[in-house]
C-alpha cells in the first residue's frame, strides 16, 4: 500500500485516472429517491426475520459546524446561541435579520406585507452568502424586490458578522494553498486553481467585449447575414472563456463546502466507527451510512429504551463541538416506516397505535 502524501498525491491521482480497468461499484442507497416511486423501493428493503432497523441522523449538521467556526476562530456567538438556546434555527435567523415577529417567520408565513416568506427567504439566503451570490440575482430567484434582496444581504451580515468573512478566509486560504481542510484536517485539493483563475483574468476584458459585441448584434430588428455568422463565431469564441470563469466560480463554492460539508463527513464517519464497534461487541449490524444517517439492525430482544439512549449517544457525543449536536433516532420494521420512540411499544414490539 502507498502512502499518500502531499508530495505525492498528483502523482498517485495521474496514475489511478490513467488506469481503465474496471472494478464492480456496490449499490449507492443514496440515490434512491425518497418520494414516490424512491419510497416505495426503500419499503423493499427489510431486516432479517425478528430484527428491527434503527435509523438516527445528524440534525442541521452543516450550519452547526458553521456556528462552530464563527464561535472558535472568530469569537462570534450570533449563531451559535440560537442551537444554545434550542429553537428553531431558520426562523430565529429570521426574526433577527428582518426585525419581526416570531409569527411572520414560521414556516410558510408572510412578512406583514405579505410578499416574501422570511423563512424560506432566509434558508434560501444563508447558501447565498455562502455562495456569494449578488443581491439582483438573489433577488430574481426568490421572486422578490430588489430592496427586500438588499435588506436580506445587509442585515444578516450585521446579525452574523463573522459568516461572510469564514466565506472569504477559507476561499482566500484555498487561493493561497491550493487546498482546504476540514475541521479535523482532511484536505481536499485544487490543484489547477492559480493557473485556470489566472487565465480567467487575462481574459476577462476580451470576454467582456465578446458578451458587448452579442448584446448589440442581438439588438438588432434586423440582422444581416454577416451579423449572424458574426454570433455563430462570437457563441464559439464566448463558450471556451465563459467555462473557465464558471470553473473557478465552482472551485471557490466548492472549497467553502468542502470544510463545511466535509467536517460533516468527518464526523459521521466517526460516529460510524464507533456504532460499528458497538454493533461488533453486541452481535448488532451496522447496515449503511446514508448522507447524514447511520442505520444498524438489532435483533427484538435489544430493541430497548436503552438501546435508543446508546444510540443517540453515539450520534452526538462521539464528538465534541461548542454547539450541541443533535439526532432524530426511528425505529423501522422496513425502511421508511418510522417510529419515533415515544410511538413504539418496546413490551409487545410493535408501534403503539397497532397495540391499541
Request: aromatic letters at 10%; hydrophobic letters at 35%; glycine letters at 6%.
Amino acid at each position: 500500500m502507498v502512502n499518500v502524501t502531499d508530495a505525492n498525491y498528483h502523482d498517485i491521482v495521474r496514475t489511478l485516472i490513467a488506469d481503465d480497468r474496471k472494478v464492480k461499484k456496490g449499490v449507492n442507497l443514496q440515490n434512491i429517491a425518497s418520494k414516490g416511486d424512491g419510497k416505495r423501493l426503500r419499503h423493499c428493503f427489510v431486516p432479517r426475520d425478528g430484527w428491527f432497523f434503527i435509523g438516527s441522523d445528524l440534525g442541521q449538521i452543516e450550519p452547526r459546524i458553521q456556528a462552530h467556526i464563527m464561535y472558535e476562530k472568530y469569537g462570534d456567538n450570533s449563531m451559535r446561541q440560537i442551537f444554545i438556546d434550542g429553537v428553531d434555527l431558520y426562523t430565529t435567523m429570521a426574526m433577527k435579520t428582518f426585525g419581526l415577529e416570531e409569527k411572520y417567520c414560521v414556516d410558510k408565513a408572510y412578512d406583514p406585507t405579505g410578499t416574501f416568506q422570511p423563512r424560506k427567504l432566509m434558508k434560501t439566503g444563508v447558501l447565498a452568502v455562502s455562495y456569494d451570490q449578488k443581491e439582483d440575482s438573489f433577488a430574481q430567484k426568490m421572486k422578490v424586490s430588489r430592496e427586500v434582496a438588499a435588506l436580506f444581504f445587509t442585515n444578516f451580515n450585521e446579525q452574523f458578522p463573522s459568516f461572510k468573512p469564514m466565506v472569504t478566509d477559507i476561499r482566500e486560504g484555498m487561493k493561497r494553498n491550493g487546498y482546504v481542510e476540514t475541521l479535523y484536517g482532511r484536505k481536499r485539493r485544487f490543484p489547477d486553481y492559480e493557473k485556470v483563475a489566472t487565465e480567467v483574468k487575462r481574459n476577462e476584458n476580451r470576454l467582456m467585449q465578446y458578451y458587448i459585441e452579442r448584446k448589440r448584434l442581438n439588438g438588432k430588428k434586423t440582422k444581416t447575414a454577416k451579423d449572424k455568422a458574426r454570433l455563430l463565431e462570437l457563441a464559439d469564441l464566448i463558450s471556451p472563456l465563459a467555462d473557465k470563469r464558471g470553473l473557478v466560480a465552482y472551485w471557490e463554492r466548492a472549497a467553502f463546502n468542502a470544510v463545511i460539508q466535509g467536517t460533516g463527513a468527518d464526523i459521521l464517519k466517526m460516529n460510524g466507527n464507533r456504532m460499528a464497534r458497538e454493533c461488533m461487541a453486541r452481535g448488532w449490524e451496522l447496515n449503511a451510512s446514508i448522507h447524514d444517517e447511520v442505520k444498524i439492525s438489532v435483533p427484538a430482544k435489544d430493541l430497548t429504551p436503552d438501546t435508543i439512549d446508546l444510540i443517540k449517544d453515539v450520534m452526538t457525543n462521539t464528538v465534541q463541538l461548542s454547539v450541541p449536536l443533535v439526532t432524530d433516532t426511528v425505529i423501522e420494521p422496513r425502511w421508511m416506516e418510522e417510529y419515533g420512540e415515544d410511538e413504539w411499544d418496546f413490551e409487545l414490539q410493535k408501534p403503539k397505535e397497532e397495540s391499541e
